[in-house]
């Protein structure tokens, strides 16, 4: 344990120290900080949560059960080598990223100006998706008893108490929010009588969107949904005060919907208050749980080198060719594509989501989590220069909105779960960024 203390405090110092680097020269907040935020998360703090609560008193969350972390550890008895090979990897590919990232920083990506956005485009773009995402949700409610069974259902399916169909559709649903968010930006172009039909639209498209995140009965579909509009207003705020009050406001925010126990949405109005009062009388109780909650990585990526390649044979990437392939919807009702890697991690490792550690060392080894690492980083860079520095609130808003998706790849790296979860930003995005180049693109065609 002592020496996977050395490597993860090492580990730490290298992050923080670039992270300190990279502010100093650029103050913004930026998709590469996210991604050192969530390195520190699940790799670099859990050995220190192990070492110094295991045995304790504290070993009991908030919720009065014990923190999974150290019953998984005990059920996987995982040897230690595989930790500290785990962080000798991770050292390498975390020099990896970096050369990515700084070699996408030489990329010709020009940021998104969101006001010249032509707002035509964005009116009918925003009432196209939002109309597939309604009729979709509004199809996919109908298998279900009310309004009220539907949205509290989620939580049965989730865990396949509940069975469902037409799962596409839910999918489609996704379309709601980056919907709202371009009627929204458009609404800001607009004035008067047009700007409040409008904005009347905007807010249809967020009760849709609303519904499906409470459906999803998930910490992360309903902290993004909420997020997402408050930290795109605090990104446009000038005031510095302001933009901190607003922050403050946002961690609270985050605070809670973290600390939520995955039951919580069965009933959220009854759970709210326990939130509440332990949030308040067991801070540092909660805030143990939170990093617990997000510490899998450590688990998943030392559990994975001990079954590539003599239980599980190496993936080549295939995984990701298969996660958009089981996307499609099934005519024969049976899908006659290979098992993808989720499938197979889920039958070892139930409800603990591949990381990219794992993604990588699944499909070919430690040189596929440095060629992993490096393509993520390129692709943090490509993000920082088309949306950190976007002009205008809808820029900011899907700079949000791609903040709480692409550096949590980190995390949840299944291409199948990152397809699903992502089809409506990543949708929504290809639209705005076709919308971002048409207009120059006429231009250039003039004689």
């Known amino acids: 344990m002592d020496l996977i203390l050395i490597f993860s405090a090492g580990l730490a110092v290298l992050i923080c120290g670039v992270e300190c680097w990279r502010f100093r020269r650029n103050r913004s907040f930026t998709f590469l900080s996210a991604v050192n935020g969530l390195l520190l998360l699940g790799y670099c703090i859990p050995p220190f949560i192990v070492h110094f609560v295991a045995g304790s008193a504290h070993e009991k969350n908030i919720w009065d059960y014990r923190l999974y972390l150290f019953s998984l550890m005990e059920r996987l008895n995982i040897p230690a080598a595989s930790h500290v090979s785990v962080y000798l990897i991770l050292g390498g590919a975390y020099v990896t990223l ?27 773009a925003a009432a196209v998706m939002g109309t597939i995402a309604a009729a979709a949700l509004v199809v996919y409610a109908s298998q279900f008893d009310g309004l ?36 929204a930006g458009a609404a800001f172009s607009c004035k008067g009588k047009v700007r409040t039909a409008v904005l009347m639209i905007a807010a249809v498209l967020w009760t849709v969107a609303a519904a499906r995140a409470v459906h999803a009965a998930g910490r992360f579909e309903v902290g993004s949904f909420l997020m997402i509009p408050i930290l795109a207003w605090m990104f446009t705020l ?46 540092l109780d909660t805030v143990l749980f939170i990093l617990v909650e997000y510490s899998f990585p450590y688990i998943a990526s030392a559990h994975t080198l001990g079954v590539v390649p003599n239980t599980i044979d190496f993936r080549y990437f295939i995984d990701i060719p298969l996660g958009f392939l089981y996307m499609l919807p099934s005519l024969s009702g049976v899908d006659t594509w290979p098992p993808m890697i989720l499938t197979l991690h889920v039958k070892m490792l139930p409800w603990i989501p ?55 790849r980190l995390f949840y790296a299944d291409p199948y779960a990152s397809a699903q979860v992502g089809f409506g930003l990543i949708t929504a995005t290809v639209v705005l960024a076709g919308l971002a180049w048409w207009p120059g693109q006429k231009t250039r065609d003039l004689p």
């Open 148 to 183: 009220r069974d539907f949205l509290k259902s989620g939580m049965e399916i989730r865990v396949g108490r509940v069975a469902n169909k037409w799962g596409y559709l839910h999918v489609l649903a996704e379309l709601a929010m980056p919907a709202m968010l371009m009627a």
């Open 354 to 408: 591949v990381d990219l550690v794992s993604f990588g060392y699944y499909s070919l080894g430690t040189v596929g989590v440095l060629i992993t690492f490096a393509v993520f980083g390129t692709m943090l860079a490509v993000f920082d220069g088309w949306l950190t520095h976007s002009v205008g609130w809808l820029g900011q808003a899907f700079r949000a909105a791609w903040l709480f998706y692409l550096p949590f």
């Open 98 to 124: 970096l050369a990515g990232y700084f070699a996408g920083t030489r990329l010709p990506v020009r940021r998104l100006d969101s006001r010249s956005l032509p707002r035509g485009g964005l009116l009918t």
């Open 238 to 283: 000038r005031s510095r005060r302001a933009a901190v009050l607003v922050f403050a406001i946002a961690a609270v925010l985050v605070l809670l919907i973290a600390m939520a126990p995955h039951a919580a949405f069965r009933d959220p109005l009854a759970t709210l208050p326990r939130m509440l009062a332990h949030a308040g009388d067991r801070f």
